[in-house]
């Protein structure tokens, strides 16, 4: 069974059991939770330079940047307990999930398909979770 | 009201300007391969946020993955800068860059 399956009319049903909805909230409220949190372990892979020329980025526009992420974030953890999700909201799970995956691939380091290879096998485990997640919903857009 | 031609072309020469055209270099949105990323996410994203046709977000998509990075978009700075925080708060690496 898929984990994400689009309807006629548009939207996605869910199908995630009780433990997929945990490890899937707990990534939303992880993206949620790094955004306000300077300290977070993935707060600095979730806010690289926009411009690397440049001495530091425009305020106006990492606040941009933030606003939309927590934009996405919020709204995906909101849905988390939803069967059937729309588009947009279906989109905010996708993006949320990437940056997931994108801050985990920052923390350690991942450069290539090798690196990932040699991974601890709980975090392989855990990037090829998302992976898994973010190919069903990708299908569904 | 009359002006002797000689007024008339002391003023001319006063109201002579010198027009320049002032060009700003476009800026470019760069897209940076990744190792983990789903290519059919990477494609969701494009169209979603540029509003490409499926197949130049597949094209781009495929450049990226090719040849570690594709401009996505180019031209006006500030529009540059909004499409790479959108870009850069759906989970892709992209940073923006002023054409050399």
Excluded at chain 1, 16 to 24: K, M, Q, T
Excluded at chain 1, 88 to 97: D, H, N, P, R, V
Aim: charged letters at 20%.
């Amino acid at each position: 069974m898929a984990l994400f399956k689009k309807k006629r009319d548009g939207s996605i049903s869910v199908h995630l059991n009780g433990a997929g909805r945990a490890f899937v909230g707990e990534i939303f409220n992880q993206v949620v939770a790094a955004e306000n949190d300077p300290d977070h372990e993935w707060h600095l892979a979730m806010n690289p330079p926009i411009n690397p020329s440049a001495n530091s980025d425009d305020p106006l526009a990492t606040f941009s940047r933030q606003k939309e992420m927590a934009s996405n974030s919020e709204l995906a953890q909101m849905t988390i307990n939803e069967d059937t999700l729309n588009p947009g909201e279906a989109y905010a799970w996708m993006t949320s999930l990437n940056l997931a995956l994108r801050a985990t691939v920052g923390l350690h380091n991942l450069s290539d398909e090798e690196s990932l290879q040699m991974l601890d096998p709980e975090v392989r485990q855990y990037v090829v979770s998302i992976q898994s997640l973010l190919f069903g919903l990708a299908d569904c857009l | 009201m009359t002006t002797s031609p000689r007024s008339r072309l002391s003023t001319e020469s006063d109201t002579d300007t010198i027009t320049r055209t002032v060009t700003k270099k476009p800026w470019k949105v760069l897209v940076w391969d990744d190792p983990v990323t789903p290519m059919r996410v990477v494609e969701v994203i494009f169209r979603k946020i540029f509003g490409y046709p499926a197949a130049k977000c597949t094209q781009l998509m495929l450049t990226v993955h090719h040849e570690g990075k594709a401009v996505v978009w180019s031209g006006a700075q500030d529009r540059a800068v909004h499409y790479c925080t959108q870009l850069q708060a759906a989970g892709l690496m992209a940073s923006v860059e002023e054409e050399s």
